[in-house]
């Protein structure tokens, strides 16, 4: 029994050392700038106050998506939810320690079929299987805000589960900046590296301004 309390405790204290924004944030605004090889593509955006977002100004239908798909993943990582909430129903044993003295967590339970491995207060590596995709998430290097830790560079490996092929691999770089009292993304380097391609796209975001407070 204190082994899966332990591995609980473990995953519990990464899981609430994740930096999120509370409940006074106020949504912000930006201008957006896409860059892939020779194409760039200028734009406007907006977090609100409800981590709904809204992107304008870009006319590519499919570039346009592709900005929203990233500021969702952004609202989904900086979002704040309870530990009980997302996890109180999930059982945690403790798996094997690796030789960066990161420490697996094997989760039962869970809908998605996740396990994680936490070094220190951090979790630096997600594992799912979803259906007829396999990924691995791995944590390299990590920004201490004072008030949790945000993932700054890290990939994600596709495989089959099938077969265990890899179908593609993704790199990330993400680079944030404090305006007012929150951090929020500036920039982010995507790597995507598929049969022998590599795509590289960059987002960066500029003229970062917190939205003001609506009088109620």
């Known amino acids: 029994m204190t082994e899966q309390t332990s591995a ?4 519990k204290t990464a899981y609430e050392n994740r930096y999120t924004w509370d409940e006074n944030f106020p949504g912000y605004s930006a201008d957006v700038q896409l860059t892939q090889g020779n194409e760039v593509y200028t734009g406007r955006i907006r977090i609100n106050r409800d981590l709904s977002v809204e992107v304008t100004g ?4 499919k570039v346009q ?11 989904t990582h900086r979002k704040r939810s309870q530990f009980e909430q997302s996890h109180g129903k999930n059982e945690f044993n403790l798996g094997k320690l690796d030789d960066s003295g990161a420490v697996e967590i094997l989760v039962k339970g869970d809908a998605m079929g996740s396990n994680y491995k936490v070094r220190g ?6 594992s799912r299987v979803m259906g007829r995709m396999a990924f691995v998430i791995d944590t390299h290097d990590s920004l201490d805000t004072g008030g949790g830790y945000v993932a700054s560079r890290y990939d994600a490996v596709f495989r089959n589960p099938q077969t265990n092929e890899v179908i593609k691999v993704l790199k990330f770089q993400d680079f944030y ?5 929150y951090y929020v993304m500036t920039k982010q380097i995507v790597e995507d590296y598929q049969q022998q391609e590599r795509i590289k796209t960059e987002f960066n ?3 970062v301004k917190l939205l003001e407070a609506v009088a109620v």
């Open 121 to 126: 207060t951090e979790i630096c590596q997600v």
């Open 58 to 61: 870009i006319e590519d239908e």
């Open 177 to 181: 900046e404090k305006v007012g009292d």
């Open 65 to 75: 998506e592709s900005v929203y798909t990233q500021l969702r993943d952004i609202v």
């Open 8 to 11: 609980r405790d473990l995953f």
């Open 205 to 207: 975001f500029s003229n």
